[in-house]
């Protein structure tokens, strides 16, 4: 094992699987210089014809994947912003997520669609959404979350070899994050959740940066309250089996993610333990989750994303001690 960023891992997944098959390329807006680093030094690598800079035109970028993955290559296409995907919409939804079943089975899409996305740096609405729900609603598409790099470099490897599409959305704010990453090679997964820390008394449901509060506010309660955090990592396939069995143990849960509350993936979540796992429930769940509205610019950001003290407040919340 050793230590590396976030950002190296998702750059070490590429690399990696770009030297294992040929068949894997990158391209997308900015991929050659890498505006979030997670594709810097791949052109110098692999040269120009597999790591291709494009137009900004995110329709055209998604078709032009959805396409070479059709004649049997293995695309990773780069958005550069989550946003972007809305403009990409017919592509990604009536395309890439469906013809596979439309032709009989008889083609498959084997295409990486990789994003930032997240607030916390007050790039305004535009660029700070976290646009999860608004995938998971679409049959036919995979959906990676991760939150730390070894789950990072993992799941970019089974993203990549999956024959399915697979959106990939790392956040922002943790392409600093520091986590052991092993030297040999290895997958994550896809559709299998992991209990980040065990606990007793709640469980707390996280995603992305918000696995990293999540684990920040049991620290901050660790002898006053014993806290589950569970990763599903993927939020389709999603892994309702650790969550239930995590529930069926505590009694309370508390769900964290940075969509929307409202039609996010905080209510997807918690309506499925409530038809899977309401006997167990002692309280009712609590949700942290954005407000239902657009992100602010600047300061006022903080306001509107949820923050680690928002999942403290949660867990007092739920075990009756608010």
């Not at 730390?148 to 024959?163: C, E, F, V």
């Not at 964290?256 to 009712?284: H, S, W, Y």
């Amino acid at each position: 094992m050793r230590t590396i960023p976030y950002l190296t891992a998702i750059n070490e997944a590429l690399a990696e699987e770009m030297a294992r098959d040929e068949s894997v390329f990158v391209l997308g807006e900015d991929v050659q210089q890498g505006t979030f680093f997670i594709t810097t030094g791949l052109l110098q690598r692999f040269g120009p014809e597999r790591v291709m800079d494009t137009p900004l035109g995110e329709t055209a970028v998604a078709g032009a994947a959805v396409g070479a993955a059709m004649a049997g290559y293995r695309p990773v296409a780069d958005f550069m912003f989550a946003d972007f995907v809305y403009i990409a919409g017919n592509e990604i939804i009536n395309n890439a997520a469906k013809w596979h079943f439309i032709h009989a089975g008889k083609v498959n899409l084997p295409v990486v669609l990789v994003a930032a996305m997240g607030g916390g740096f007050r790039l305004g609405p535009e660029h700070s959404q976290c646009p999860e729900s608004f995938l998971m609603h679409v049959p036919g598409l995979k959906l990676a979350v991760p939150s730390n790099p070894y789950d990072a470099k993992g799941l970019m490897k089974s993203a990549i070899r999956d024959d399915n599409p697979v959106v990939y959305f790392y956040h922002k704010g943790l392409l600093g994050l520091q986590g052991e990453v092993p030297e040999e090679d290895y997958t994550v997964p896809l559709g299998v959740a992991e209990v980040k820390r065990e606990g007793t008394d709640v469980t707390v449901v996280a995603t992305s940066l918000m696995v990293q509060h999540a684990l920040a506010a049991a620290t901050e309660l660790d002898g006053k309250v014993s806290v589950e955090v569970v990763d599903p990592r993927t939020l389709e396939p999603l892994d309702m089996d650790t969550i239930v069995k995590s529930v069926k143990k505590t009694g309370h849960v508390v769900i964290a993610d940075e969509d929307t509350k409202r039609c996010g993936p905080t209510a997807e979540i918690g309506m499925q333990i409530v038809e899977n796992a309401f006997d167990a429930l002692d309280a009712p769940i609590e949700r942290v989750a954005a407000a239902n509205m657009p992100l602010a610019a600047g300061y006022m950001e903080q306001y509107i994303l949820p923050q680690p003290a928002d999942i403290v407040a949660a867990i007092e919340r739920t075990l009756g001690r608010g």
